[in-house]
């Protein structure tokens, strides 16, 4: 497979897993949530089928529905440092927010963890969607989405100068001569941008990567711009695969017209599938995880996703669109976009579009045969809608171990899968090039 284009899976990580009834399945191990052992494990099984890494998701605040499910959040950057301790090559993808941190901060936390993982970081890039999370910081109100996309691009601008601050060697290290860093390679930022002010330089030298891997999440107008620009994964929900094929070229026009190499923009939708050995017994999977949903949970999430309260009493009757108002900042979300699509695409029932978005909040869910997921993923790795994909266990363990041990030996066998890791870090993995620091092309001297 030398040279031929392959696929790129990452291991998307929810506690108890994606389904929202994973915890009530006899098969979901919900005794260990808080047990790093069982985090280790997961990321270790994901090493052994040579995933290109693993997922975190965060947010700075308490979901308002976890009296009926496991959606509590554990730190990513805690978390994922114990994990690059038991593991050795598997990338490790954790979630900061641009409108709740500061740019030293996650400049030094991000840098930290690529050092200690020899090379494994990425940053999942977000601004953060629960208004919730204002008042844990002392704020009155919730950034708007345009204010928060521009402190985004401004966060972006700072820190990617905050880890180009050290060229690579300065850190030099000389015992016999004395000199521990050459302080003509390491430079003050001096970022004033419009939001945000940084004087530099990092206090922590280059990390094995120049940068962690920009991984972005979003894909509204405002994400998709920001994802041209910066991102080299982008984490997306389709339901179908015109929507995916439409995005994934838009994506790669938009980066090409920026100046940028497509083929290093990486587009990688979350599937989560439900795999057995007959259809019919994957699709009775399936069902089992929805009748465990609970309408006081599912009718939440509707209302966060629509903004429109129904009651139980609602749920055998039809989705009634005309309570949907697509107007103001809601209307502008891509996964408000991506449910108002199914609506008008099918005719469904309240509790069908409930069990819909119980499988992954809008990400597509597969139910099938090993063969059948396999032919699933590789139709949109083939024809244009996919690079790869986030894989979004519904129950954990064992939602992955069957994923990996019977879908995985398919697309090897295809030829779309590695069998063996040939790199060491996240970067080799996506097959994307390790920066150099801007300050050492400005520095360079002038060739005569």
């Known amino acids: 497979m030398t040279g031929a284009r392959e696929l790129h899976l990452n291991l998307f990580i929810y506690p108890g897993g994606h389904h929202e009834a994973a915890r009530r399945h006899g098969s979901s191990d919900t005794a260990r949530l808080l047990d790093i052992r069982f985090y280790q494990d997961l990321a270790r099984r994901a090493e052994a089928a040579a995933f290109d890494g693993i997922f975190l998701a965060d947010g700075p605040a308490l979901a308002d529905n976890v009296r009926y499910a496991s959606r509590f959040r554990l730190e990513p950057l805690t978390w994922l440092s114990a994990v690059a301790a038991a593991t050795e090559r598997i990338g490790l993808i954790g979630t900061a927010s641009t409108t709740y941190t500061e740019p030293y901060n996650l400049a030094r936390q991000f840098a930290s963890l690529d050092h200690l993982s020899a090379g494994r ?19 009155d109100a919730h950034p708007v989405h345009a204010e928060r996309y521009e402190r985004a691009r401004d966060f972006l601008e700072a820190v990617t100068k905050l880890w180009d601050s050290w060229e690579d060697g300065a850190l030099v290290a000389d015992q016999a001569g004395g000199l521990f860093a050459d302080t003509d390679r390491i430079h003050a930022v001096d970022h004033e941008g419009p939001l945000l002010s940084v004087k530099g330089p990092l206090n ?9 891997v920009y991984v972005q999440a979003g894909s509204s107008p405002d994400g998709r711009a920001l994802a041209a620009r910066y991102a080299e994964t982008v984490f997306t929900a ?15 026009r938009r980066a090409a017209r920026l100046g940028r190499d497509p083929g290093q923009l990486l587009v990688l939708p979350g599937i989560s599938p439900f795999v057995a050995s007959t259809e019919a017994e994957a699709r009775r999977l399936h069902e089992q995880f929805n009748s465990l949903t609970q309408p006081e949970y599912s009718l939440e999430l509707l209302h966060r996703l629509l903004g429109i309260r129904l009651s139980q009493e609602e749920l055998d009757g039809p989705v009634p669109r005309e309570l949907i108002g697509t107007e103001g900042e809601r209307g502008d979300h891509s996964r408000f976009r991506l449910v108002l699509g199914i609506i008008e695409r099918e005719e469904l029932t309240v509790r069908q579009l409930l ?14 045969t090993p063969e059948q997921v396999a032919d699933q993923l590789s139709q949109w790795f083939e024809q244009g809608a996919a690079d790869g994909f986030n894989v979004m266990p519904p129950w954990l363990p064992g939602g992955f171990e069957v994923f990996a041990d019977e879908v995985v030996p398919i697309l090897r066998r295809r030829g779309l899968f590695r069998h063996a890791y040939t790199g060491s870090t996240l970067r080799e993995h996506y097959g994307l090039p390790r920066p150099g620091s801007r300050y050492a092309a400005r520095a360079a001297p002038s060739v005569v």
């Open 121 to 139: 970081a990425g940053w999942n890039i977000v601004t953060t969607g629960a208004p919730q999370a204002a008042a844990n910081f002392g704020l």
């Open 238 to 252: 389709h339901q179908t695969l015109e929507s995916a094929q439409e995005f994934y070229a838009d994506l790669k």
């Open 204 to 212: 922590i030298p280059r990390s094995p990567q120049g940068r962690p």
């Open 355 to 368: 069990h819909r978005l119980a499988g992954a909040r809008g990400h597509r869910v597969i139910a099938g």
